[in-house]
């Protein structure tokens, strides 16, 4: 699972945040907590389907009216209202994880934060692409996986990969278990290093939805999640080197005018 590529992927995003952390000024990070956490959200539906621009779920938030349709509008209230809570909830706590669902899912579906009573899956056109494990499963798979994060000695950042993998194959949900899985790992690398909480990992994600899906596939394929702890750490890189040229950017336009200023 973790190999030589891998453990460097983590160790260099370990350095990326660290620089982040020091360059970033408070104001600047409230500023981007604001902007990317709608980012994050638009994109997270957006790979599930929802319309909607990050203009118009602005305009949601804002309580404004969209042409949008009634269920991307209440997508769009659900995931605003679960990220915005999202400091609240333990990772490792199974309470916790059916209370986002419940906040999320509100008005989506017929119990949300309630796992699935039938078989599920998921396809693609007209093919199956993952059939999920048994309903009578979910309950005790889930125990295991959140186990598993609470002792887990591996990398804080694979060890999140590792739980938005297997919870995807769980599919505990009879819906919104991928935007649950790419919230949930945004909410355990947020408890390692705060400044996740300001990174839009979900964005990149919709940016490669092909590899994403490809990952999964990889990984089920595979029978083991190192395919998509390779993606996902590469996917977080991007995401915080991106991040740091646009600081870097912004603290030379602060250089310039001060230097400006000086010269008058």
Not at 149 to 168: G, M, N, T
Request: with cysteine; aromatic share 6%.
């Amino acid at each position: 699972m973790a190999t030589s590529t891998i453990l460097s992927l983590a160790a260099t995003i370990g350095e990326q945040v660290g620089r982040l952390e020091a360059s970033l000024p408070p104001e600047r990070q409230l500023l981007l907590r604001r902007t990317n956490r709608l980012r994050a959200i638009q994109s997270s539906l957006a790979i599930e389907g929802n319309t909607l621009s990050v203009e118009q779920v602005t305009a949601v938030v804002a309580g404004k009216r969209v042409l949008g349709s009634a269920r991307e509008v209440q997508e769009v209230r659900g995931a605003v209202a679960a990220y915005d809570k999202l400091g609240e909830w333990n990772p490792t706590k199974r309470d916790d994880l059916l209370a986002a669902h419940g906040v999320l899912m509100a008005g989506l579906v017929d119990r949300p934060g309630h796992y699935r009573t039938k078989p599920a899956g998921i396809q693609r056109g007209d093919q199956v692409v993952h059939v999920a494990p048994p309903a009578g499963q979910v309950r005790a798979l889930i125990n295991d996986l959140l186990t598993y994060l609470r002792h887990s000695e591996d990398h804080p950042l694979i060890a999140a990969c590792v739980f938005h993998y297997e919870f995807e194959f769980i599919h505990p949900f009879v819906d919104g278990n991928g935007r649950m899985g790419r919230m949930w790992q945004t909410l355990i690398l947020s408890r390692w290093r705060p400044l996740f909480s300001l990174v839009p990992v979900e964005s990149l994600v919709r940016d490669q939805q092909a590899g994403y899906y490809g990952a999964l596939n990889a990984s089920n394929r595979a029978g083991q999640s190192t395919p998509f702890i390779h993606f996902m750490l590469q996917v977080i890189h991007d995401t915080l080197a991106a991040m740091g040229a646009d600081a870097e950017r912004a603290t030379e336009q602060v250089t310039d005018q001060v230097t400006e200023q000086v010269r008058r």
